[in-house]
């Protein structure tokens, strides 16, 4: 999703020139992949020509990077403030919300996830992509683990069948907020709406919050 009007005018030529070509770059290689997409593409959505890519990023890898580092980074920050500051189940019961609204402003990096958990392993765009999602499983089972009442009573520990209940939690949770900006045309054709409307935002919100609360507490 494109930055605000706001945020944009506070930028340089530069600077808003990269973030059009970050905003080409997901968007095609949410629709083509890594290695369908060229830098002749991009250019020409982003409105650049080709050897102007390089001004702002080394390469293709370099600029595939900076599109997973702006969209997930702040996942796992949120992942990471997440399990300092939560006290209460309660209180991890709201990341899927958090995660939700990060996934609006980037609502093609649902389908790179889904690109790379199914793709070939050896791509390039896949290895980086899988990458950062294992980071991002491994701290969400994390905090998982520091609660009690989560599946049982106690962490995994040594315990393969409740680090295996953990670890289905994790990816259930994954699922459910990607695959909701994944069904954009299944819901228009059911309803004529836009699922990135922000009331239907919020619906999936409170869903969220219901479902994760009925699967994590035994």
């Not at 709201?94 to 790379?116: G, V």
């Amino acid at each position: 999703m494109p930055p605000t009007t706001a945020k944009t005018s506070k930028l340089t030529k530069g600077e808003r020139t990269a973030q059009r070509v970050l905003d080409a770059a997901e968007e095609l290689f949410a629709m083509q992949g890594y290695d369908g997409t060229s830098l002749r593409e991009i250019a020409d959505v982003a409105g650049i020509r080709e050897p102007g890519i390089y001004n702002h990023f080394a390469g293709k890898q370099a600029l595939y990077e900076a599109v997973l580092f702006r969209a997930l980074n702040p996942m796992a920050e949120a992942l990471s403030l997440q399990m300092e500051t939560a006290s209460s189940l309660r209180e991890y019961t709201e990341l899927p919300s958090i995660i939700t609204d990060l996934l609006f402003e980037h609502p093609a990096m649902a389908s790179l996830f889904q690109r790379a958990l199914q793709g070939d392993s050896s791509s390039v765009g896949n290895r980086l992509m899988n990458t950062w999602l294992e980071k991002l499983f491994r701290q969400g089972m994390e905090n998982l683990e520091k609660f009690d009442g989560v599946s049982t009573s106690s962490t995994s520990g040594d315990n393969p069948e409740l680090r295996a209940t953990l670890a289905l939690n994790v990816i259930a949770m994954f699922n459910l907020t990607t695959g909701y900006f994944l069904s954009q045309r299944a819901f228009a054709s059911l309803t004529g709406g836009d699922l990135l409307d922000p009331d239907n935002i919020a619906r999936q919100k409170r869903l969220l919050h219901r479902v994760i609360r009925a699967m994590l507490i035994s």
